[in-house]
């Protein structure tokens, strides 16, 4: 089968792998053929060459699918069924990718593959906001406004915050409505809290650009005292020096971690797709054929005004 894989930091090859051993499938997975998939902020330091050497696995770095299911030890995944989720090993970039069960959900709808990808990263969001109490009434930030920041500030809007602040180093302030921001700040996110009044301070702030400690810093330093704190964003490194004595003094709640229970807001994000139909035209700007990867990949890891989501189909 096809399959794309790093050579080199920032380059992906076409390159030709075995397929895969059907009998020897472990039970509760599956193995489904590539229809869409899209690009992820997680996917991009991958991208660069993070442990690289460790990464030169082909269809890696791509982890958002939709598939078609050609093989499944899994009882209530059946062959053909269309399913969005997580690709094993973030090895999605490939003709053929493996999948456990648990972290895929059958595609209720005729919803069209590539606005499909969408549940993926939705759910993620859907599940993080679940363990923030009390969203309706309260402001909120959001820093980063990349595509999984816009998310973020989409949910809390839809959730009944009083105001969304997205904060970002990108004018968004071109989409800022469609996604629920009320304030959209074109700044640093540094100086963006050095300049917050105590009035003016949110009471819940999603830190969602991750790979360093500075943006949560920040986070904590807007936050208003009694407030909650998401770390959503993915750390690169074991150990993070924060904030933790004005974190302290704030009597403030620092929640972070990833997606449980897949299955349940996998469902639940088609459902909230339905819910907003626009969401997805609105969230998805640019589309390659997975031929286009590399270029892809490479507009995918450039910020810049007009771009956000970057998405791939299947071409044959």
Same mark, same amino acid.
């Given at each position: 089968? %096809?399959?794309?894989?790093?050579?080199?930091?920032?380059?992906?090859?076409?390159?030709?792998?075995?397929? $895969?051993?059907?009998?020897?499938?472990?039970?509760?997975?599956?193995?489904?053929?590539?229809?869409?998939?899209?690009?992820?902020?997680?996917?991009?330091?991958? !991208?660069?060459?993070?442990?690289?050497?460790?990464?030169?696995?082909?269809?890696?770095?791509?982890? @958002?699918?939709?598939? @078609?299911?050609?093989?499944?030890?899994?009882?209530?995944?059946? /062959?053909?069924?269309?399913?969005?989720? %997580?690709?094993?090993? $973030?090895?999605?970039?490939?003709?053929? !990718?493996?999948?456990?069960?648990?972290?895929?959900?059958?595609?209720?709808?005729?919803?069209?593959?590539?606005?499909?990808? /969408?549940?993926?990263?939705?759910?993620?969001?859907?599940?993080?906001?679940?363990? =923030?109490?009390?969203?309706?009434?309260?402001?909120?930030?959001?820093?980063? *406004?990349?595509?999984? #920041?816009?998310? $973020?500030?989409?949910?809390?809007?839809?959730?009944?915050?009083?105001?969304?602040?997205?904060?970002?180093?990108?004018?968004?302030?071109?989409?800022?409505?469609?996604?629920? =921001?009320?304030?959209?700040? %074109?700044?640093?996110?540094?100086?963006?809290?050095?300049?917050?009044?105590?009035?003016?301070?949110?009471?819940?702030? =999603?830190?969602?650009?991750?790979?360093?400690?500075?943006?949560?810093?920040?986070?904590?330093?807007?936050?208003?005292?009694? #407030?909650?704190? !998401?770390?959503?964003?993915?750390?690169?490194?074991?150990?993070?020096?924060?904030? $933790?004595?004005?974190? !302290?003094?704030?009597?403030?709640?620092?929640?972070?971690?990833?997606?449980?229970?897949?299955?349940? %807001?996998?469902?639940?994000?088609?459902?909230?797709?339905?819910?907003?139909?626009?969401?997805?035209?609105?969230?998805?700007?640019?589309?390659?054929?997975?031929? @286009?990867? *590399?270029?892809?990949?490479?507009?995918?890891?450039?910020?810049?005004? #007009?771009?956000?989501? /970057?998405?791939?189909?299947?071409?044959?």
């Amino acid at each position: 089968m %096809w399959a794309y894989a790093l050579t080199a930091p920032g380059r992906l090859s076409r390159c030709e792998t075995a397929d $895969f051993a059907v009998a020897e499938l472990p039970p509760g997975e599956v193995v489904a053929r590539l229809l869409a998939g899209a690009i992820c902020g997680s996917d991009l330091p991958n !991208f660069r060459g993070h442990g690289l050497t460790e990464r030169q696995l082909p269809g890696y770095p791509l982890h @958002e699918v939709v598939g @078609e299911v050609v093989a499944s030890t899994a009882p209530d995944i059946e /062959v053909g069924a269309r399913v969005v989720g %997580w690709a094993g090993g $973030f090895q999605g970039l490939a003709e053929y !990718f493996t999948a456990r069960a648990e972290q895929l959900h059958v595609l209720d709808s005729p919803l069209d593959d590539v606005p499909a990808t /969408v549940v993926q990263p939705l759910a993620t969001v859907l599940c993080a906001l679940q363990r =923030v109490p009390e969203i309706a009434g309260r402001s909120a930030a959001v820093i980063g *406004q990349g595509p999984l #920041g816009l998310l $973020f500030s989409h949910v809390l809007g839809a959730q009944g915050a009083s105001r969304v602040i997205g904060v970002d180093r990108v004018d968004r302030a071109d989409v800022a409505d469609k996604f629920g =921001v009320t304030e959209p700040v %074109w700044d640093t996110s540094q100086r963006w809290a050095q300049q917050l009044s105590d009035a003016a301070r949110p009471d819940i702030v =999603v830190e969602a650009v991750g790979h360093q400690a500075a943006t949560l810093n920040d986070a904590i330093a807007a936050l208003a005292p009694g #407030g909650v704190l !998401f770390a959503f964003g993915v750390p690169d490194d074991d150990h993070y020096s924060v904030a $933790f004595r004005q974190l !302290f003094r704030k009597n403030a709640t620092l929640a972070a971690g990833g997606t449980t229970n897949w299955r349940y %807001w996998l469902a639940l994000a088609e459902a909230y797709l339905h819910e907003h139909p626009d969401l997805a035209d609105n969230y998805i700007t640019h589309v390659f054929g997975v031929s @286009e990867a *590399q270029q892809a990949f490479e507009l995918a890891a450039t910020p810049a005004r #007009g771009r956000l989501k /970057v998405a791939l189909r299947r071409e044959d």
